[in-house]
């Protein structure tokens, strides 16, 4: 399949059920790339597609899960991938995707059940962080294995998460961006049992910046370790 100039979303799924997007094109619609509206589904594929120079969202999911694999995502208006599952859905796996100069992040998790993963992924250029995670609430993610180079905030950026476990990447800046992983605990919430361990962060030379911020974090109830 091919979406060109959409004059509202590329790809539009309700209520989706082992719905597969695979193999397609999906450019310069007004708003999303690809939306999965309307939960509670599961078990859903979008795998090696290219969506680019969309409107808002590449791929914006919510209250939804699946797999999210392989797909080359640039140049979009808003985060390239999107995950909000809310209370519903199994988990949601995001690997091997390359993303590059979407407007906001790349990869944004606002919530997301146990067993989300997000792993194997390299995102460029990006104008705010590579990966946020945890804005409305986020427990039990894995983050491993991912290369984030040259964003224009920072690689990671985490808040409001439990038990995660970050490890095994590398976060790349040609000294332009602040920070490498930023853990951010904002008072509405206690970030508790999160372990950051062996990740490679290199580059972050500027006067304000670093690799790792620890910004109001209990760290007698989180292992930092890189």
């Known amino acids: 399949v091919w979406v060109a100039s959409a004059d509202g979303v590329g790809i539009q799924i309700n209520r ?6 695979v193999n397609s094109k999906v450019s310069s619609s007004d708003s999303y790339g690809i939306h999965f509206s309307n939960g509670f589904g599961d078990n859903n594929v979008i ?19 699946g797999t999210i694999s392989g ?12 995950i909000g599952n809310g209370s519903g859905g199994e988990g949601t796996s995001i690997t091997g995707n390359k993303l590059t100069s979407n407007t906001l ?10 067993n989300c993963s997000i792993t194997g992924n390299v995102t460029e250029g990006n104008s705010d962080y590579g990966i946020y995670i945890g804005t409305g609430g986020a427990e039990g993610i894995t983050v491993s294995g991912n290369t984030s180079k040259n964003e224009g905030t ?42 950051i361990v062996g990740n490679t962060i290199e580059g972050f030379t500027g006067a304000s910046a670093r690799a790792i911020e620890l910004d109001g974090l209990d760290t007698t109830v989180n292992s930092i370790n890189n």
């Open 47 to 65: 795998s090696n597609n290219n969506i680019s120079s969309n409107g808002s969202y590449g791929i914006h999911m919510a209250n939804n899960s």
């Open 16 to 21: 989706g059920d082992r719905v597969k997007i």
């Open 154 to 195: 920072g690689g990671f950026l985490v808040k409001r998460i439990d038990q995660a476990v970050i490890t095994g990447n590398l976060i790349s800046d040609d000294g332009t961006a602040t920070y490498g992983i930023r853990l951010f605990e904002d008072g509405s919430t206690t970030m508790k049992g999160n372990s």
């Open 105 to 114: 992040y790349c990869i944004q998790i606002s919530a997301c059940n146990q």
């Open 71 to 82: 797909n080359t995502i640039s140049s979009n208006s808003d985060s390239g991938i999107f």
